[in-house]
């Protein structure tokens, strides 16, 4: 794995923080090295970040610690800043709704509170 950052991961508000809070250290550990993967490497397996099918520039980080999958929503911002969103550990096959919409909100809001600094 190279140490040369391609991207930069970025906490907007308080939303992956308080998910991040709330895990056991090994998967803390797991996430942060799945971080390492997405800011270093030029192709990032599907395995680590799949963009979400449906919408619109949103895509979830992928970690499993053990059998607990966990998944991270995140979207792009001018292609080299990763923005996380929210986090939730993953207990059934399918995304829940509920969560990839409160990612398309907090999408929308980052991006609402853009366009007024930048105006």
Same mark, same amino acid.
């Given at each position: 794995?190279?140490?040369?950052?391609?991207? /930069? +991961?970025?906490?907007? #508000?308080?939303?992956?923080? #308080?998910?991040? &809070? %709330?895990? @056991?250290?090994?998967?803390?550990? !797991? =996430?942060?090295? /799945?971080? %390492? +993967?997405?800011? /270093? *490497?030029?192709? =990032?397996?599907?395995?680590?970040? !799949?963009?979400?099918? &449906?919408? #619109? &520039?949103?895509?979830?980080? @992928?970690?499993?610690?053990?059998?607990? +999958?966990? @998944? +991270?929503?995140?979207?792009?911002?001018?292609?080299?800043?990763?923005?996380?969103?929210? &986090?939730? *550990?993953?207990?059934? *096959?399918? /995304?829940?709704?509920?969560? =990839?919409? %409160?990612?398309?909100? =907090?999408?929308? #809001?980052?991006? *609402?509170?853009?366009?007024?600094?930048?105006?």
């Amino acid at each position: 794995m190279s140490d040369v950052k391609l991207r /930069t +991961i970025v906490l907007y #508000e308080h939303y992956f923080s #308080e998910f991040y &809070g %709330r895990q @056991r250290q090994k998967v803390k550990d !797991k =996430i942060v090295w /799945t971080f %390492r +993967i997405i800011e /270093t *490497q030029h192709h =990032i397996p599907s395995d680590y970040l !799949k963009h979400v099918e &449906g919408t #619109e &520039g949103l895509y979830e980080i @992928r970690v499993q610690q053990a059998s607990d +999958i966990f @998944r +991270i929503f995140c979207f792009f911002d001018d292609d080299k800043l990763v923005v996380l969103a929210n &986090g939730f *550990q993953k207990k059934t *096959q399918r /995304t829940p709704m509920a969560e =990839i919409e %409160r990612a398309l909100r =907090i999408k929308k #809001e980052y991006e *609402q509170e853009k366009e007024c600094k930048n105006t």
